[in-house]
Every structure is written in structure tokens, then in C-alpha cells.
């Protein structure tokens, strides 16, 4: 049976036996880390740019109307075979990925920014030398999804100048300061574990960029994980100030992790739609019950206390019952008003503004190179 197809226990449990390793039984340690690995001829897949807007397929049945497309269309998302660039799509699910991809690579880039504040303090040099390439990492993914969102027609200058112009979201949980150094640990576990939980079911997302971009994407954020639960576990049995700092930062991360799952089902405006084309394989609850119910006991091997006083387990359901999440907290950071949401654009914006000249020379390089290559030609 494909991971997917089962339930969404089943789903993860299928990924976490694919690969042996040595933290697949501790309960302290993540349990997310182990994606099943793909044909390398997937891995070496190159996206393609200039996209004809129409697509081979609606060449070949010009006269087909638009809803034979789509049902044609709907019937290989149901085969689970991949949508490409090229494919017809109906315009609905390009623009849905297109908001969708572009959101989550500019998560990613604003996403260095409260880590990379880290860079300079963090505490030894093995420290500084694994969260300087933890958040190169997250540069990364960022070039990888803007790369998969351009097959879909868009180009990287139209995103970034959306991204600075304040009309484009990013997840709501890079508004939050990082006052400590507990937080780095906070957001390795806590960030990098929900994102990672979200992130699995999309390596089987209808549409191939993105699924591929997003096997490689899970591998590192799920490293990232580790690193930042061993943080958490250093700090919680080092002196009582330092497990004072790791459940200072638990307190403050909880609830707006739980957030980035995006709003409840009831409230979610896309899931359903998404759902049917099978970009996203379960519902934004449902991911959450999931990172709950997998992150409480982690909680507890750490001696943490989850800042929740209607947090219990539920033996019929199996399952924790958790709070009411403060939604309205949530919308006010989608609105601009989060702690640092102004902080963090003005970053964006210098550091496009401070890049400018790399850009040129990068530009003036690759001419160099053409011209030297076209002489020896
Ligand atoms: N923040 O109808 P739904 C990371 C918006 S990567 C801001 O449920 P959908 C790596 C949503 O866009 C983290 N906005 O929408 C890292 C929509 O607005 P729109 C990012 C949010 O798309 C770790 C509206 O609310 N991950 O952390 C949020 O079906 C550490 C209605 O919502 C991804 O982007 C939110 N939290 O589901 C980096 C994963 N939630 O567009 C550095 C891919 C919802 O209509 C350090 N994305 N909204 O104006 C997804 O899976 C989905 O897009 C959801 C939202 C689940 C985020």
C-alpha cells in the first residue's frame, strides 16, 4: 500500500519504518525524521521555464470542451499520476499552487531571520557552525520552492516584489522574537517538527516540482529537528536557569506552532478544493491533532511542561484534547500586527536593497563567462 493511502498514523508509521536509524524508538527524538527514499531519477528532474500557457495536451483535443479537460484532468490526479508544467491544468489549480508554493518559499527566506540573529551569539563553535548551515539550509528550500513556483508561470522577480511589497503572506510564526537561546532550540523542535509534519504529506502532492522539491526539503528539516531538540534536551538537564530559558521558550513557541497549521477546518477556506486535488492529503486539524499528539510525550521526556492547563489524554480517542487555540492572535499576525511582522519585511527589504550590487556582479559574471565560452567556441 502507497503511504497516503492509509490513515494518517499509517501514513507517518510507513515513512518512519522506511529507513533504519537510531532514533526511530526514542520517544525523546523525533519520529518524523525517516522519509522514504525516491528513484534517483526523480532526484535529477529539471524544471522546465516559458511555459505555453495552453500545454501539450489541450493541442491534441482542441476541440475538447473545458470540462472534458478538467474531468480528464481530476481522473489523473485520482490515478495519482504527477501533473508537470506542460500538463493542462485547469487555471484554478495553477493559481491555488502558485499562492501556495510562492507562500511557503518566502516562509522559508523570512525564516532565516529569526535564527540568523543567532549567528553571532550562539554559544560555542559547533553550535555556530551547525545553525549558520541550519539556516543556509533554509535559504535553500526557499530557492528550490520559488523554482518550482516559476514552472507554473510565474517569475522570481514577480514574487520577491510581492514579498516586499507586503502583499504576499508568509507563515504567521517568523513574526515571533527570539529573545534567547532557548529559542533556536524552541524553533529546530517546535518550527522545524511542524513544518516537517505538514511538509511529508507533500512529497506526495499531485504536482511533481513540488513534490520532488519537498523529499529533499523534508531529509534537511527533519536533521534540523534533531538539532534543535538536542538544544532543548542540553538546556533542560543543564542548571535551573538554563531549564528555566528552555521552558520560557516552550511557553512562547506552543501556541503559535500549533498556528502554522493554518485556521480550523470549519474556518479554512481552501482545504476542501486542495484536498480533492490532492495537493494537500490531510486537513490542517488533522495535522495539528497529529503534532500534538507526537510532541506532548517529547515534551515530557524533556521534564517540560506544555503551556496548557486543558491539555489531557484521551484514552477512548487515543488522542490528546488540547485548549482553544487564540485565533484571533493568529489574524492579527496575518495582518501585519504580529510582534516583529514589520521587523522582519524591513530586513527583507534592506537585504534586497544591500544585495543589489551582487546581483549585478553575478549578472556581469555569467556575461563574462558566455562571451570567454563563445571565443573558444
Ligand atoms: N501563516 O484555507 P487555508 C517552515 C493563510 S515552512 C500565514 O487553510 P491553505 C520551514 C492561507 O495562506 C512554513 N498564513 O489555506 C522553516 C490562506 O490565505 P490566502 C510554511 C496562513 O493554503 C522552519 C488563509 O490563511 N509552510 O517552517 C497560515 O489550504 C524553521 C486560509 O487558510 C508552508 O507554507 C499561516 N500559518 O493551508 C524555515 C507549507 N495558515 O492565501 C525556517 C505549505 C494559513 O487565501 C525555520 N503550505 N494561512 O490569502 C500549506 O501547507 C498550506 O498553505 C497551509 C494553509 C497549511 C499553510
Redesign the pocket.
Known sequence: MEPGEQGLGGFFEAIRHAVNCDTKNVVGATNLCHIASVPSKVEKCVYTQGLDSLGKDALHVASATASALEARFQARVDADDKIEPKDWMPDAYRH?LI???S??AH??I???L??GNWITRAPSLRRKAVLIA??QD?GG?GMYLYSAAETLGISRDQMTAQLLAGTA??????NYPTPTWADVGA??WL??G??IM??IP?CRCSYGPYARAMVR?CRE?SF?QRQGFEIMMTLARGTPEQKRMAQDALNRWWWPSL?????S?A?????AQ?MRWK??RFS?DE?RQHFVDVTVPQAEFLGLKVPDPALRWDEASQHYEFGAIDWSE?NN??KGNGPCNRERLDARRRAWDEGQWVREAAVAHAEKQKQRAARAA
Open positions: 491555488t499562492r501556495q508554493i507562500q511557503h516562509s522559508e523570512v525564516g532565516m529569526p535564527e541550519k539556516v533554509e528550500h503572506k508568509y507563515s504567521s510564526i517568523f524553533i529546530g518550527v522545524d511542524a513544518a505538514n511538509q507533500i526539503i528539516e534540523h498556528m502554522m497549521f493554518g485556521p477546518d474556518e479554512s477556506k481552501h482545504t486542495s495537493i494537500k490542517n495535522l493568529f499576525v496575518l
